[in-house]
């Protein structure tokens, strides 16, 4: 985190650990809160990776599974960065900004997506590089989002649909961009210059709850966005996170890294898991990248993909399991009681 910002943030209320943000209240009393509506989350762990050049977005329709043509000042993308052999190294959203292309990533994993990139990166002009100084990231989330945005940003036109994005233009907030996020659930991702976001928070602060990320994280849970953190990096296909059902992954664009195993998943290949929501009363903190154990069966099964808690001993997740799970209470994790886990399918057709 830019130590300016976290300086701003602790005057207005935020208590840091360990350079994270753990919390404006409350540790409890923020969770009563993971639901409510107007919160204003601090998203300063998300990493920044810009990728710049005049060979920049070629270079990257070379390497990522979603659409370089479909990234533009209006809109922008979900996608995934593989290995050969299909693995997911890294989630992000891909944005554009100005004349740099930009990775939002999961906390730790710009530095290992910077690298891997770097790999293939030394025949094209361009050239990566981490963002931790110019551009600060929070959330505005809730029924009143938009007429809260739309009070503090009246010159500009907000998107409306998901993958939708605007740019400031009015002087107190110019460059500031706002992104109409993946949710089904009313959410705007900005994206704003080190220099202008003090200023927003503040005016947005007066209407609204200042929370940490993991209200943010949970809304990813409920709308079925799985991402990859630094221990479930290369441990599975874009198949397995559902991206083919969220659009990020582009079956028409052409070649990329990994793109024949992806491909052939889709049109030939034969899914063994699927990607779920659930809910699980635990006294341990379930780990990311764990397996769940079948008490039918003996053997364990899936994945936990990732996790965020909601209560002193709950738990929401998204996790990988057999198709046939969403009918199953056999599955348990950390040797708790079967029946603990409520299973979910995620909000949308899987394709």
């Given at each position: 985190m830019n130590s300016n910002w976290q300086q701003f943030l602790q005057q207005n209320g935020a208590i840091v650990k360990d350079g994270h943000v753990a919390h404006f209240s409350d540790p409890d009393h923020e969770f009563s809160l993971y639901q409510a509506d107007n919160l204003l989350c601090d998203l300063s762990d998300m990493d920044l990776l810009s990728i710049t050049g005049?060979?920049?977005?070629?270079?990257?329709?070379?390497?990522?599974?979603?659409?370089?043509?479909?990234?533009?000042?209006?809109?922008?993308?979900?996608?995934?960065?593989?290995?050969?052999?299909?693995?997911?190294?890294?989630?992000?959203?891909?944005?554009?900004?100005?004349?740099?292309?930009?990775?939002?990533?999961?906390?730790?994993?710009?530095?290992?997506?910077?690298?891997?990139?770097n790999k293939y990166i030394i025949f094209s002009k361009a050239e990566t590089q981490l963002n931790t100084n110019q551009w600060v990231c929070f959330g505005l989330m809730g029924a009143q989002s938009h007429a809260i945005l739309q009070s503090a940003v009246p010159d500009t036109d907000l998107p409306t649909l998901p993958n939708g994005m605007s740019t400031c233009?009015?002087?107190?907030?110019?460059?500031?961009?706002?992104?109409?996020?993946?949710?089904?659930?009313?959410?705007?991702?900005?994206?704003?210059?080190?220099?202008?976001a003090n200023a927003l928070w503040q005016t947005l602060q007066t209407q609204c709850q200042a929370i940490s990320n993991q209200a943010w994280a949970l809304q990813d849970i409920i709308a079925g966005y799985g991402q990859i953190t630094p221990a479930l990096s290369e441990q599975v296909l874009p198949h397995n996170l559902n991206y083919q059902a969220i659009e990020a992954v582009n079956f028409k664009k052409g070649c990329y890294t990994g793109q024949e195993v992806v491909a052939r998943m889709q049109y030939k290949g034969k899914l063994k898991t699927q990607m779920f929501i659930a809910y699980a009363d635990l006294s341990t903190a379930p780990e990311i990248n764990q397996p769940l154990l079948n008490t039918d069966t003996g053997k364990t099964q899936g994945q936990i993909i990732n996790v965020c808690q909601v209560s002193a001993q709950r738990y929401a997740l998204l996790l990988t399991l057999p198709k046939e799970a969403i009918n199953s209470t056999a599955y348990r994790i950390n040797d708790q009681e079967a029946g603990t886990i409520t299973i979910e399918p995620a909000p949308y057709a899987i394709t």
């Open positions: 005049v060979d920049a977005k070629q270079f990257l329709q070379g390497q990522l599974t979603c659409d370089l043509e479909q990234v533009n000042d209006t809109q922008f993308q979900l996608g995934a960065l593989c290995t050969p052999k299909g693995r997911t190294i890294a989630s992000f959203r891909l944005i554009q900004l100005g004349d740099q292309y930009v990775l939002q990533t999961p906390s730790q994993m710009g530095a290992p997506t910077q690298q891997t990139l233009t009015q002087p107190d907030f110019q460059g500031v961009r706002i992104i109409r996020d993946f949710s089904q659930y009313p959410r705007y991702l900005i994206i704003a210059p080190l220099d202008k």
